[in-house]
């Protein structure tokens, strides 16, 4: 057995691996630069491993394996398509919605070509980016005004900002949610300047609570929709109505963070009536001065926070200063208006998540059936069609359970978990459910020509 000394001394240094002739083709593939980085990563790692193992020594052939290893990963892109197959439509880890094709050619033609993005072709002067999509968001909601920003996150922070910085801001307690994501209203509400007034409890807050809250440095009562979690039992919220009546009677903002931001009711995309989910328009009829929402969420637009109400708080909005730094990039815009489009022709099978939450319980089953099929005669394999639960989404957006299908593959020997990291790692991973020992398909979620991907991905696990 050698000395560590020894051991260390044989690790070749920087200059000589990149002389190497197996290098030279990820020299051009990634540039000097990268490829110098991975090498350095190898190298600390043969270090630390030569450090804390007494038999540890280099090899050059271990080495060249584990190099080109993480240089054909470095060359690969970071960010990839996934196929979900769980049956939970907004994923909050799987990007959330995806984009309609229509909003996808727009997002296309205004990501490579100049635009009227900010400029007035009528007046030939300078136009605002926000005009593309107010009036179109104003229709759908009912709203007198409307403004686009990044996102939810930042049209609260935006709101609570400009309107109520340096002021109180009633909360129920049952309402002061974190959003997985670190989105916590508390705070976003200190990071505003604006103070939480919390009332109530846990489960229940009564008018009366908000009203004795109510003091000279008051500006806002706020409801907050409590996205992914439900207090059931023995609860009560006062109505919004009441709540806009008793703002309004002091002269006070009543502002919701509606989260999800369904545009339609929620019977016409086939969500069940006991959800609890309103719609933006009925926030507004009730009184709200100001709504704020997710653009890809239940909404199955582009990443994007709307925020719709009084014309006379959002003129405030759009003149504040943060208005600018949470402002939406151009291709989002594209994407966010060709998306309104659709829902004013009512087109809302075009919608990819608006469609899959509406799928059809008996196409599906075909579907999960044809499968099964198919995959009984390819695989060595249990394989059986099977009744899923599935999922509007989860963590960010209400968490309603949806009657889906699917089929379960069952390996002879291989424990589900061990199957879904397999699965997890191929060159287009698959995203699966599992219960017992068997991994569950989840058609819902499954796209256009996919299911092809899919059968070879299951071949190359289950026959391998
Ligand atoms: C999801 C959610 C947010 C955060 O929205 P983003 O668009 O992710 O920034 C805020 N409030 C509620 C109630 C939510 O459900």
């Not at 993480?70 to 197959?85: E, F, M």
């Not at 001065?289 to 582009?302: A, E, H, Q």
């Not at 151009?330 to 608006?354: C, M, N, S, W």
């Amino acid at each position: 057995m050698s000395d560590m000394r020894q051991r260390l001394s044989e690790i070749p240094g920087m200059d000589i691996i990149l002389g190497c002739e197996w290098l030279q083709k990820w020299l051009d593939e990634l540039g000097r630069m990268r490829v110098k980085r991975v090498i350095n990563n190898e190298l600390s790692e043969i270090r630390r491993r030569i450090l804390n193992d007494e038999d540890y020594e280099f090899s050059a052939d271990s080495f060249r394996e584990s190099c080109v290893k993480a240089l054909s990963s470095a060359s690969r892109p970071s960010l990839k398509r996934v196929i979900n197959a769980t049956g939970v439509v907004i994923h909050t880890n799987l990007g959330r919605s995806l984009i309609a094709d229509e909003a996808v050619k727009s997002m296309t033609e205004t990501a490579s070509s100049y635009s009227n993005l900010e400029y007035d072709l009528k007046a030939g002067s300078r136009g605002q980016r926000n005009s593309h999509i107010e009036d179109l968001l104003c229709t759908l909601t009912g709203a007198e005004a409307s403004l686009a920003v990044n996102n939810n996150a930042g049209a609260v922070l935006l709101t609570l900002s400009a309107l109520s910085k340096g002021t109180e801001v009633v909360v129920s307690r049952g309402e002061l949610v974190e959003i997985g994501g670190s989105f916590r209203i508390p705070d976003i509400m200190e990071l505003s300047g604006a103070s939480l007034h919390e009332v109530g409890t846990t489960n229940r807050t009564h008018l009366f609570d908000y009203e004795k809250a109510v003091n000279e440095k008051t500006s806002m009562l706020m409801k907050i929709h409590p996205s992914n979690f439900r207090i059931e039992g023995f609860t009560t919220s006062p109505e919004r109505k009441e709540l806009a009546h008793l703002a309004h009677e002091h002269e006070l903002i009543f502002m919701e963070d509606a989260g999800s931001g369904l545009l339609v009711d929620g019977g016409v995309i086939g969500l069940p009536s006991n959800t609890g989910e309103i719609s933006i328009r009925s926030c507004l009829e009730a009184s709200a001065d100001i709504v704020t929402f997710s653009g890809d969420k239940i909404l199955g637009g582009p990443q994007i926070g709307g925020i719709v109400g009084k014309k006379k708080y959002i003129d405030l909005l759009k003149k504040y200063p943060l208005a600018r730094a949470l402002r939406c990039d151009k291709v989002t815009l594209a994407g966010f208006e060709a998306t309104l489009r659709l829902y004013a022709q009512g087109r809302y099978d075009d919608i990819p998540t608006l469609r899959m939450i509406r799928r059809d319980p008996d196409a599906m089953k075909s579907q999960a059936e044809s499968l099964a099929e198919v995959l009984s005669h390819k695989l060595r394999a249990e394989v059986r069609v099977v009744e899923t639960e599935d999922a509007t989404g989860g963590g960010s957006c209400p968490e309603i359970k949806l009657r889906g299908w699917g089929v379960s593959v069952k390996h002879e020997t291989l424990g589900a978990g061990y199957i879904q990291k397999l699965m997890r790692g191929l060159d287009v991973p698959v995203l699966c459910g599992a219960r017992d020992n068997e991994i569950v398909i989840h058609v819902r979620t499954l796209q256009n020509g996919e299911e092809e991907i899919l059968i070879n991905a299951l071949e190359g696990v289950f026959n391998a």
